[in-house]
Nanobody, 126 residues
């Protein structure tokens, strides 16, 4: 059984930064691509950024390009999301998730991910 635990969310002012972390259990973490998604109230869950098993590819959504950076540390079974220049529209619950297949190519739909964390709230005030 895989467990994912997010942390690092909080309340920040517009323009601020946070570093979200996701700690994963299990010995096969390095074999899987990982992703970050977010869900705002009344909206569907959306892809934010993903990272292949090696860290060699890190695509992100157009809405966060240049502001958010995903990274991973396979020795620590962890994936991170550095979020900078935050905007009120970034307010959401942020989830990390394990991509079920194709560790070398990032998928952007939630159905392609098989394990999810409980989420961490990010609130950006204007």
């Amino acid at each position: 059984q895989v467990q994912l635990v997010e942390s690092g969310g909080g309340l920040v002012q517009a323009g601020g930064s946070l570093r979200l972390s996701c700690a994963a259990s299990g010995r096969t973490f390095s074999m899987y691509a990982m992703g970050w998604f977010r869900q705002a109230p009344g909206k569907e869950r959306e892809f934010v950024a993903g990272i292949t098993w090696s860290g060699g590819s890190t695509p992100s959504a157009d809405s966060v390009k240049g502001r958010f950076t995903i990274s991973r540390d396979n020795a620590k079974n962890a994936v991170y999301l550095q979020v900078n220049s935050l905007k009120p529209e970034d307010t959401a619950v942020y989830y990390c998730a394990r991509q079920a297949k194709s560790a070398g190519l990032i998928r952007t739909t939630a159905q392609e991910y098989d394990y999810w964390g409980q989420g961490t709230q990010v609130t950006v005030s204007s």
